[in-house]
């Protein structure tokens, strides 16, 4: 056989091996976004769970109508980060409301359903803050590959475009009214 | 404290007639040598002959002295680091012969035992309401080489020597976690074949500090990440250049295992040829007994925020 074309074949092979390689690598960046942004959702839906229970505790102290102690907010499936972030933002100031509406009822604080909701809230928060820093290091490792050569040419070639943080962005949208549907 | 100086002394005198009577059993075998008249031939037999005469004595020296050394330390112990311990902890068990048993490191799958194991200084205490167990571990592999002739010859290697600590974990998690400071040769953990929920993966964690001095390895990244938040992971660094040695911790069914691999034999007495400084032996044992405190203030054990029903 001619030298040039065994040359020829190996490189091509090569060739083959590395883009076949460097694909499944970004695939599999990919599938851990969204892996990880499946463990938001479960995160989110667990604080919502706890944002509910405390909003019927607070109601059995203080007269206060559902709405004025938190605005509807909606999770469902298939959310988009923005929408995730924009979610979790309302849950924080529903929170803020809450224990600021908290300190004017003492027996309220000193109840016992209240202090295990205000444990259930911190682990919970501290199950989002590992969610977050989870997806954002695979965002992360995954914004790397899309900017790094020879990933960033196989990338190009996928149409992989740059994947959204999840961060608590101050977006300043008082007027979303969001559904519980999830 | 007079007791226990009459104690040492008892010791030292029965180690210093061993030592006397088996330095006089070497001298007589190498006179006897040299009374054979032939120079050549007695510095020939000499590597040969003194061993045989030395090896024994020091066998019978080491069961002659064991009695009082055992004695000394125990009187030791009791006075001074079952005292020292009182005062720092609440709820104590201390027994100096006892250890955490082999089963009870082997079952987190995540250390390899080697060949043979010994435990001892059992501490089971609470400090700052955490409850927690600690126990000075050896464990030796076995060795066998085998000579030109044939014969084989078996040692022991150490491979693990120094604490074992066991605290109650604040948080609760689902999967196993690991953390191992790199040169710490005996983690173990199972990564491949199985189910896979038991399986551990690599975790990249986003402090690139965290990831040169440390390999994570976990059955759920989300649990690795609950667990190791940044400041833990500022806490574990602060710890790690604290500590001579290397660290492993294990996050297993609600506990935190700490492996420190410092080649220390910790709570032990001095020599038996130095008098007591009873001061400056108080302050070593407290030095050894914050090796297990440190763990439990600087990683804020106490803090029970994330525990349901405390």
Redesign the interface.
């Known amino acids: 056989m001619n030298p040039v074309l065994i040359v020829i074949i190996v490189a091509v092979v090569f060739l083959a091996g590395c883009v076949i390689s460097i694909s499944n690598r970004l695939n599999k960046a990919r599938v851990k976004i969204d892996e ?1 942004g499946s ?1 938001i959702d479960v995160s989110l839906t667990k604080r919502y769970d706890v944002l509910t229970k405390m909003v019927d505790v607070v109601k059995s102290y203080a007269k206060y109508e559902k709405e004025t102690l938190f605005q509807t907010i909606q999770l469902r499936q298939g959310m988009t980060m923005r929408e995730k972030n924009e979610a979790n933002r309302l849950m924080g100031e529903s929170f803020e409301r809450i224990h600021a509406l908290a300190e004017n009822y003492p027996e309220l604080k000193a109840s016992a359903n209240y202090n ?1 909701l205000q ?2 809230i ?2 919970v928060e ?2 989002l ?3 977050r ?2 997806y ?2 695979n965002v ?2 995954y914004n790397q590959l899309l900017v790094t050569f020879p990933t960033s040419v196989i990338a190009g070639m996928k149409g992989m475009t740059r994947e959204e943080f999840f961060s608590a962005e101050e977006t300043k949208r008082q007027d979303v009214k969001m559904d519980l549907d999830f | 404290m007079d007791e226990l100086n009459e104690l040492r002394k008892a010791a030292r005198n029965r180690t210093l007639i061993c030592i006397g009577v088996v330095a006089a059993l070497g001298i007589a075998a190498i006179l006897l040598l040299r009374q054979s008249g032939d120079r050549f031939l007695s510095f020939a037999i000499l590597p040969v002959a003194l061993p045989i005469v030395l090896v024994p004595g020091l066998l019978l020296s080491f069961w002659v002295t064991k009695k009082p050394r055992q004695r000394y330390r125990a009187a030791f112990k009791d006075a001074f680091v079952k005292r020292s311990l009182e005062s720092v902890f609440t709820d104590l068990r201390y027994e100096p012969e006892q250890g955490i048993p082999y089963e009870t490191i082997a079952a987190t799958k995540m250390m390899y035992m080697g060949d043979r194991f010994h435990s001892e200084d059992y501490i089971h205490a609470r400090y700052q309401n955490v409850r927690f167990t600690q126990s000075d571990v050896h464990i030796e592999e076995e060795h066998q080489s085998t000579d030109s002739e044939g014969h084989t010859t078996t040692e022991y290697v150490t491979i693990f020597r120094g604490r074992w600590m066991i605290f109650d974990f604040n948080k609760e998690f689902r999967a196993n976690v690991q953390i191992v400071q790199k040169g710490f040769r005996t983690a173990r953990r199972k990564r491949f074949f199985g189910k896979k929920e038991t399986l551990f993966k690599k975790v990249e964690l986003e402090s690139e500090t965290f990831n040169k001095q440390f390999q994570v390895y976990a059955q759920d990244e989300h649990d690795a990440f609950y667990i190791i938040t940044p400041a833990f992971m500022e806490r574990i660094e602060g710890l790690a250049a604290h500590n001579k040695g290397k660290m492993m911790f294990c996050f297993v069914g609600q506990r935190l295992h700490i492996a420190i691999h410092d080649n220390k034999d910790s709570f032990e007495p001095g020599s038996v040829f130095k008098a007591i400084d009873e001061e400056k032996a108080t302050r070593k044992i407290r030095e050894e007994i914050e090796v297990i405190t440190q763990f439990i203030d600087e990683l804020s054990l106490d803090n029970n925020l994330f525990v349901q029903g405390e």
Do not use: I
């Open positions: 990880a463990d295990t444990k259930a911190a682990d501290e199950h803050q590992a969610s820093r989870l954002n290091a992360s490792r």
